[in-house]
């Protein structure tokens, strides 16, 4: 069964990176990195390292992502 989720784990990251860099409205791609963020933040649990997995959901999906959103809010959309 481990390895399984190993397997899964490590499919859905490199799908979040893949789409993080190809999507192209930036609110999306701060979401699917939040995802990402998270996902991480698994593969360290699942590597006996709970203090790095605590840091990654803390600062990584938590604290960049909503700094991110912050500044996506504070600009504006130029459609040519």
Do not use: N
Not at 35 to 55: E, H, K, N, R
């Amino acid at each position: 069964m481990l390895p399984v989720l190993h397997f899964l784990l490590l499919t859905f990251l490199i799908v979040c990176a893949i789409a993080v860099s190809r999507i192209k409205d930036l609110l999306s791609a701060v979401i699917v990195f939040a995802a990402y963020s998270l996902l991480m933040a698994i593969v360290w649990q699942q590597l006996d390292a709970p203090d790095i997995a605590l840091t990654e959901a803390a600062m990584g999906a938590g604290v960049t992502t909503l700094l991110m959103m912050v500044v996506i809010s504070k600009t504006r959309r130029r459609e040519d």
